[in-house]
């Protein structure tokens, strides 16, 4: 069952194609101050609802991640990356982790917390 989220003002709109499992906490800098829990899908499970000049990017570091946020109220809403499961990029698995916090009508406290110690790893 689909899942819609949001930003604060409303005009950035996404969904996802199922509730996630779990969620992330990743530690670096910039995932540090969003506060974001990331939820990992493929872009098949992922649609932007809202037009996208709604949404802005910011790229840092390798610039390999597009951060993307809304370009009126500048929640951090989802990221698109390439699959770094191995410790590598893996350009051919493109992901999309979007910021749990944003779902609408969904209970974050249910689902569990990992950690990803990204301060130490990029």
């Known amino acids: 069952m689909p899942i819609e ?3 604060h003002c409303g005009e950035t709109v996404f969904e996802v194609t199922e509730a996630p499992t779990n969620v992330t906490r990743c530690t670096c800098s910039l995932c540090a101050k969003r506060g974001a ?3 990992y899908y493929t ?5 932007l609802l809202s037009p996208p000049d709604n949404v802005a990017t910011y790229l ?3 610039r390999t991640v597009k951060h993307h946020y809304c370009a009126n109220c500048g929640c951090g809403t989802y990221s698109e990356s ?7 990029p ?8 979007v910021n749990a916090r944003l779902f609408d009508d969904f209970d974050l406290e249910a ?5 990803i110690d990204g ?3 990029w």
């Open 90 to 97: 893996d350009f051919d698995n493109p992901k999309v982790a």
């Open 119 to 121: 301060r130490n790893l």
């Open 37 to 39: 829990l990331w939820a």
């Open 43 to 47: 872009p098949a499970q992922f649609r």
């Open 60 to 62: 840092w570091g390798s």
């Open 5 to 7: 989220a949001s930003c």
């Open 111 to 115: 689902v569990p917390v990992n950690v």
């Open 82 to 88: 390439p699959d770094w499961s191995t410790g590598k």
